[in-house]
């Protein structure tokens, strides 16, 4: 291979994907309804919020991907991580489908993640760390764009309003609220130190051979257990407690991602 076609061939590896340029597309446009006040308002934030949610989920994975190449996993690029495309991830179901489901059934921002990493390929315990931490870190920054305007009062004159539950509210800051719910939930889930999560990811490298040998049976199961446990709700009312916590710390209210919730469920008023 010529040094022309290896550059052509790295070139397609990072092209952005049409898949994610659609995604994008739904996003600015429902964006600008919700915005504005065009059409009918739930099914607006809907789209936002699902749009929204899949973007961060496409960037989340990315960031796995990209640190795992600047780390020493060359092999990322022919996978197509590099391209933002959810189609090319490892697992498209884990990935993409159940998080969505999971957001339409009960607003739970689930944890997405499969991009196979060669681990072989890289060599440091901070290496793999970051490559882990990557991931959440993306949620934790998406949350902080879409809490900060909300908190600030930057969006509170924005042209669209409705009214939900009595309350007649504008619909764009309220969208962004339940959105940024979503990433609150999803980075503090995905930082817990339970096999198959990435907060294990983090902490893995630091442990013991026999303790990791000994742990590795149950990583295929870790998600699986969080969430039996989370439906419990005690767990669950402790879970969104802190959830909500940590966005009244940025001066956004409960009441605001509830009222979110309700716009983005439009198939039920």
Same mark, same amino acid.
């Given at each position: 291979?010529?040094?022309?076609?290896?550059?052509?061939?790295?070139?397609?590896?990072?092209?952005?994907?049409?898949?994610?340029? #659609?995604?994008?597309?739904?996003?600015?446009?429902?964006?600008?309804?919700?915005?504005?006040?065009?059409?009918?308002?739930? *099914?607006?934030?809907?789209?936002?919020? &699902?749009?929204?949610?899949?973007?961060?989920?496409? /960037?989340?994975?990315?960031?796995?991907?990209?640190?795992?190449?600047?780390?020493?996993?060359?092999?990322?690029?022919?996978?197509?991580?590099?391209?933002? @495309?959810?189609?090319?991830?490892?697992?498209?179901?884990?990935?993409?489908? =159940?998080?969505?489901? *999971? &957001?339409?059934?009960?607003?739970?921002?689930?944890?997405?993640?499969?991009?196979?990493?060669?681990?072989?390929?890289?060599?440091?315990?901070?290496?793999?760390?970051?490559?882990?931490?990557?991931?959440?870190? #993306? @949620?934790? /920054?998406?949350?902080?764009?879409?809490?900060?305007?909300?908190?600030?009062?930057?969006?509170?004159?924005?042209?669209?309003?409705?009214? #939900?539950?009595?309350?007649?509210?504008?619909? *764009?800051?309220?969208?962004?609220?339940?959105?940024? =719910?979503?990433?609150?939930?999803?980075?503090?889930?995905?930082?817990?130190?339970?096999?198959?999560?990435?907060?294990?990811?983090?902490?893995?490298?630091?442990?013991?051979?026999?303790?990791?040998?000994?742990?590795?049976?149950?990583?295929?199961?870790?998600? /699986?257990? #969080?969430?039996?446990?989370?439906?419990?709700?005690?767990? @669950?009312?402790?879970? *969104? @407690?802190?959830?909500?916590?940590?966005?009244?710390?940025?001066?956004?209210?409960?009441?605001?991602?509830?009222?979110?919730?309700? /716009?983005?469920?439009?198939?039920?008023?």
């Amino acid at each position: 291979m010529s040094f022309a076609d290896a550059r052509r061939s790295g070139s397609e590896e990072r092209r952005i994907s049409p898949v994610f340029w #659609v995604l994008l597309a739904i996003l600015g446009t429902s964006g600008w309804a919700v915005w504005s006040g065009y059409g009918a308002p739930g *099914f607006g934030v809907f789209l936002l919020v &699902v749009a929204g949610w899949m973007v961060s989920l496409c /960037l989340h994975e990315y960031a796995h991907a990209r640190t795992a190449l600047h780390g020493g996993d060359i092999t990322v690029g022919a996978k197509g991580y590099l391209t933002l @495309n959810p189609l090319k991830y490892a697992n498209g179901m884990l990935s993409f489908v =159940m998080p969505v489901i *999971f &957001v339409l059934l009960g607003g739970i921002g689930l944890p997405g993640g499969a991009v196979y990493i060669e681990r072989g390929r890289i060599q440091g315990r901070l290496k793999h760390s970051l490559i882990s931490a990557a991931g959440p870190l #993306v @949620n934790v /920054l998406f949350a902080l764009v879409l809490l900060i305007p909300v908190g600030q009062g930057w969006l509170d004159d924005t042209p669209g309003v409705a009214t #939900v539950r009595g309350y007649e509210l504008h619909t *764009f800051p309220v969208a962004l609220s339940y959105l940024a =719910m979503l990433q609150v939930s999803a980075a503090l889930l995905n930082l817990l130190p339970v096999p198959g999560l990435d907060g294990y990811g983090i902490i893995e490298p630091w442990l013991s051979l026999k303790t990791r040998r000994a742990v590795e049976p149950f990583a295929p199961y870790g998600l /699986l257990a #969080v969430f039996i446990v989370l439906w419990q709700s005690k767990v @669950n009312t402790w879970f *969104f @407690n802190l959830v909500f916590q940590i966005m009244d710390l940025f001066q956004v209210h409960a009441i605001y991602a509830g009222l979110g919730q309700v /716009l983005f469920r439009f198939w039920e008023s």
